[in-house]
Every structure is written in structure tokens, then in C-alpha cells.
């Protein structure tokens, strides 16, 4: 399985865009990025996930660069909500079997008032 | 849709006991995923089934076990339980493809 690289925290003023990045050089062609985030106390919930082309819904954007090696959540107006442990993680997105994928620790983000 | 549901939501047991914990997934989701999570250490996978079928097995030990029913409902079962296994357990439930987790809200157990 591909492993992923975070911050393990990033701070964000309340409006202002929220840009976490992660590092996943070793993610292999039918590999997707997924994010998840997690407010205290609840289980982690799906944002957004993508193959090679950038991608964008409700929640947030997602940037991936044309290598692959890394990519960039964004959170376009960011507000106190929003501050949760974030979590990039990569896996096969086909049929036939679930690896096993594990989250690491994530990029803690904290939104400032 | 209902979202995944865990019961119990809190759980206390002692050393050495037994513990079953059950999960309900979303209707249709025939994937369910099981993940401990504990302080520093991120989500570990425990295990996937998937049509009632253990399809991948992380790194635990034989102690921590499952099944999933022909409704798709799925339980975990940990046996002489030990303090380091106190922790937050979460399900989550795809349809097995390339569609996101949907995980649910865990089951937090306390070993004393």
C-alpha cells in the first residue's frame, strides 16, 4: 500500500482558505487519494477523492499534481466547523478486494476566529 | 439513507473478558471495514469482509476476530481482553468497489 505523509497540524484564520497538502510519492497508477476528516468523538467522514484530474464538490477541492506525488485539499472558506483531524490516504478504487489501508495521524487543523 | 450504525456506543469491561461489538451498515453497502483507533496511533485496520467473506486481515492478533451475516451486518469479537486493547473501534461500509467508507460514529471500550 502506498503510505501517505501529513502535517501533523496546521492553523487557519476563520474565512480564509485552508490548504492542507499531503505526500504520497510512492502511490501507484490505479491508486486514488481519498480524504477523510474527523471532529472529536465522531467516526471519520468522506470529503472527496480523486485519480489524477482535480477534483471539486460541496465540501472542498481537491488538487493533485500531474505526477501524482502529492496532492492539496482545500478548504475554500474555511470556519471553526471545520477544525478536525484531516487524513489523505491512498487505495486501489476498483472491485475485488479492499486493501488495508491505515490512516495515520493525520494533519490536525485548527480554524482561528 | 440511514447512516451506519454501532452499538454499544460506550462499553466497559475487565481483563480477560470477551467483547462482541456489532455493526449495521448502510442498506445495499456489502463491504464493512473494521479499524481500531487509539491515541498517536491513527486508524489501524483490523479487518474487511465483504458477502460474508474475510477479504483482507491487518496486523492483530488472533484474539480479535469477525463475521459478517447474509444481511450485511457485521460483528467484531475480541477475547481475553487486555488493557491495551481499550480504544475506539469504528465500522465503515462501502459497496465494495471504488466508492468512499462511510465509517460510524465507533464503539469506545474501556478495559480495566
Known amino acids: 500500500d502506498a503510505k501517505t505523509t501529513q502535517p501533523t497540524s496546521m492553523d487557519c484564520a476563520e474565512g480564509r482558505a485552508a490548504n492542507l497538502p499531503c505526500n504520497h510519492s510512492?502511490?501507484?497508477?490505479?491508486?486514488?487519494v481519498y480524504w477523510y476528516r474527523q471532529i472529536h468523538s465522531q467516526g471519520p467522514q468522506y470529503i472527496i477523492h480523486?485519480?489524477?484530474n482535480n477534483e471539486t464538490n460541496e465540501m472542498a477541492s481537491l488538487i493533485i499534481t500531474e505526477d501524482r506525488k502529492s496532492s492539496t485539499l482545500i478548504l475554500p472558506h474555511a470556519t471553526l466547523r471545520d477544525t478536525a483531524v484531516y487524513y489523505c490516504?491512498?487505495?486501489?478504487?476498483?472491485?475485488?478486494?479492499?486493501?488495508?489501508?491505515?490512516f495515520g495521524i493525520g494533519t490536525k487543523l485548527q480554524v482561528i476566529p | 439513507k440511514a447512516g451506519v450504525t454501532q452499538t454499544p456506543r460506550y462499553l466497559i469491561k475487565t481483563r480477560g473478558q470477551q467483547v462482541t461489538l456489532s455493526c449495521s451498515p448502510i442498506?445495499?453497502?456489502?463491504?464493512v471495514s473494521w479499524y481500531q483507533q487509539t491515541p498517536g496511533q491513527g486508524l489501524q485496520f483490523l479487518f474487511e469482509?465483504?458477502?460474508?467473506?474475510?477479504?483482507n486481515k491487518g496486523n492483530f492478533p488472533g484474539r480479535f476476530s469477525g463475521r459478517q451475516f447474509s444481511n450485511s451486518r457485521s460483528e467484531m469479537n475480541v477475547s481475553t481482553l487486555e488493557l491495551g486493547d481499550s480504544a475506539l473501534y469504528l465500522c465503515?461500509?462501502?459497496?465494495?468497489?471504488?466508492?468512499?467508507?462511510?465509517f460510524g460514529d465507533g464503539t469506545r471500550l474501556s478495559i480495566l
Open positions: 480523486g485519480l489524477k
Open positions: 465503515a461500509s462501502s459497496d465494495g468497489g471504488g466508492q468512499p467508507q462511510h
Open positions: 442498506s445495499g453497502h456489502r463491504s
Open positions: 510512492t502511490i501507484s497508477g490505479n491508486e486514488y
Open positions: 490516504i491512498v487505495r486501489v478504487g476498483n472491485s475485488g478486494g479492499y486493501q488495508k489501508v491505515t
Open positions: 469482509y465483504f458477502s460474508e467473506t474475510q477479504r
